[in-house]
């Protein structure tokens, strides 16, 4: 199964990414899995030295890295049949510059997406705003970049982006009434509708 999860920031994107993880490994199923990979800083595999580094890059260098790390990425859908990225190429396109390189635009997106695996499924993950607030509220990330007033326009921007894509597999994902143990059964339930036989 390979995956690119979008959403805003909080909406549960990393919490069903680690469930997936967790589900797939007795199945035989071991996801590579980049879920912080685009978003500055990347706070999986980089120390708290080197993400406050990243956080302080300049906004060319920035836009730089992350089209290296998106193009990069590519080549991981292509050698893993069991892939979960979180953000990837939409993320960039709405984040990238609104708040990493607000002076560079980002237009490749589409391109990114007519190399794709065909099997590549595109999930928008969504909430109610006032859940995404809540969340924030009670468990913030210590680099947030969306702000509680920002969260309708940002959802917005997810689905807009969503809407447009090309990627052929795509769903919708709710969880504003999930809880980090319900959303993989949630999760599983709506993806099997277009899952390829294998």
């Given at each position: ?12 994107k ?6 997936l ?35 302080n ?142």
């Amino acid at each position: 199964m390979r995956l690119i999860l979008i959403g805003c920031e909080y909406v549960g994107k990393t919490t069903l990414a680690n469930n997936l993880k967790d589900w797939g490994a007795p199945l035989g199923k071991h996801f590579h899995m980049d879920d912080g990979d685009f978003t500055i800083p990347d706070y999986h595999h980089l120390s708290p030295e080197d993400q406050e580094s990243m956080w302080n890059l300049s906004p060319v260098l920035k836009e730089r890295f992350q089209r290296m790390v998106i193009y990069y990425h590519l080549d991981i859908l292509a050698r893993y049949d069991d892939c979960i990225l979180g953000g990837f190429h939409i993320e960039e396109k709405i984040y990238g510059p609104r708040y990493y390189h607000p002076d560079i635009g980002v237009n490749y997106h589409r391109y990114v997406e007519t190399l794709l695996p065909a099997d590549t499924i595109l999930v928008n993950l969504k909430a109610d705003s006032d859940v995404i607030k809540e969340r924030m509220e009670s468990n913030p990330h210590k680099y947030q970049l969306v702000q509680p007033y920002q969260v309708d326009e940002i959802q917005d921007e997810f689905s807009y982006e969503f809407q447009l894509s090309n990627i052929e597999s795509k769903i919708e994902f709710d969880t504003s009434n999930l809880m980090p143990e319900t959303i993989l059964d949630a999760f599983l339930n709506e993806v099997r509708l277009v899952l390829t036989p294998k």
